[in-house]
């Protein structure tokens, strides 16, 4: 990040930075959203169609989450959460066959996605947000969740959707 009396410059992204880091895929579509304080929108994934996801936020801050739901993996059903914010300017790359979600933690919260392949509703995988089994700390006393994302099922309920660990 570059700051200066204007403001600020930072460069969100750079393919030569991010194959260095291992990510090698290139970006086909970006998605942004737009959340108020205690949002939780998530977990979703996608599967057979797969999609990575790089997220960053222009505005206001979030806890993201991400949860490997790879079948097999060793880390099968452990999950990861980083503030991300601009100010800090810290991205988290989402990998296919992983959940993703997040809690705003301010108003207006902006967050762009930058994704490794289309979205395919017929793809598309929801794991209810408060899975006891991940335990998700949230850090939200009156979460605001949509009716699909409450509704969504358990993680053991899924197992014949989610993605095949490759080693």
Known sequence: MFPDPRGYFFESFSADRYRDAGITRSFVQDNVSVSRKDVIRGLHLQNP?????LVTVLRGAINDVAVDVRIGSPSFGRHVSVRLDDRNHRQLWI?????????????ETIVLYKCDA?????????IRWNDPEINIDWGVVEPI???KDAAAPLLRDLIEKLPRFEG
């Open 95 to 107: 990998p296919r066959g992983f959940a993703h979600g997040f809690v705003a933690l301010t108003d």
């Open 49 to 53: 169609v797969q999609q990575g996801k």
């Open 118 to 126: 289309p979205y395919d509703r017929a793809s598309e995988v929801g």
């Open 145 to 147: 969740v949509s009716e």
